[in-house]
Every structure is written in structure tokens, then in C-alpha cells.
């Protein structure tokens, strides 16, 4: 136990690497990691300069079963398409309906794979209800 902690930690300090890369490889293996702790320092990451790291936060949010729908919206207005399509990804997986709205509106994104997403996203959730 006490040794996945040191493996955690170190993944969340490689989250401040100057290398975008390194930042983007640490948010993945938190996600497989599963635990809850690392739900804050993934969502600081949401705000990186990076649209790499961004997309990767966003997917990584998805693994988790912890409300950041509200986070996962505000993506799906971000200047990079990626990052758009992982925050319709991951509001896909969680299904929270209070979404639907804004994933609506994404279905007339300028990139046609947001598009995309955010229709099969809509419907998925919808299924669910």
C-alpha cells in the first residue's frame, strides 16, 4: 500500500514536467491506477497550456466514477478539437443527463468528429435514462 502511494505521488509530481509528453504519460497512468485521490491533480490539468495534456485529462476523467460533468463541459468550448472530442467522450461514459443540453450544441461543431461524438454521446445518455 504504502509503496503504490510513493508510485501515485510520483505520477502526480511528473503532472508539473515542463515536457508535455511526460504530463500526458502520467495522466494515463493515473486513470489506470483508479483511485479517487488523483481526481484533484488530474482536474488542475484541465487548465494545462497544452491541448495534449487537456485532451488527456479529460479522457482520464472518464475513467472515473466521480461527477465532473460540469468540468467535461467547459472542454467541449476549447480551441482544440481534441480536446473537445475527449470532453464528449468522457460525458459519454459518465451519462450524467444535465449534459445532454451542451452536447447538443457540440453536434454543430466546426470539426466533424466532435460532431460525431457528441450525437453518439447524446444518444448513449439518453438510452440510459
Known sequence: MAE??????????????A????????????????????????????????????E?????LGTFDYNSTKMLIKLLKDKNASVRYAGALSLSIIGDESSIPYLEKATYDKNQVV???ATLAVSEIKKRI
Open 4 to 17: 503504490e502511494m510513493k508510485r501515485i505521488d510520483f505520477l502526480v509530481e511528473e503532472l508539473e514536467d
Open 19 to 54: 515536457d508535455f509528453n511526460v504530463r500526458v504519460d502520467a495522466l494515463e497512468l493515473l486513470a489506470e491506477k483508479g483511485d479517487i485521490r488523483v481526481i484533484g491533480p488530474i482536474i488542475k490539468t484541465l487548465k494545462d497550456e497544452d491541448y495534449h495534456v487537456r
Open 56 to 60: 488527456a485529462a479529460a479522457l482520464s
Open 115 to 117: 460532431q460525431k461524438v
